[in-house]
């Protein structure tokens, strides 16, 4: 298994923030009522979450995967 190198990961995380911080900004520099921005961040924060989820379910698929074709290969 290749191990993820820090300069992907700090990659990772910073565009992950900047991410955030321009859909927060957006959301917050709207010229709407408020309701319609809380509405906007229940959106935003549930997308984050269920992103968040898809990438655990598909990352533990791979790792059982993986599992099956070495109990597989040494049968």
Known sequence: MTKTTYAF???SAIS????????I???YFLPVDGWIRAF???GALFL???SFALAKCIRDQQE???HEIRIDAYR
Do not use: T
């Open 9 to 11: 990961y700090l990659q």
């Open 16 to 23: 992950f923030g900047a991410a955030m911080l321009f859909v």
């Open 25 to 27: 900004g957006g959301i």
């Open 40 to 42: 906007l961040c229940l």
């Open 48 to 50: 984050v979450n269920s």
């Open 64 to 66: 059982a995967r993986s």
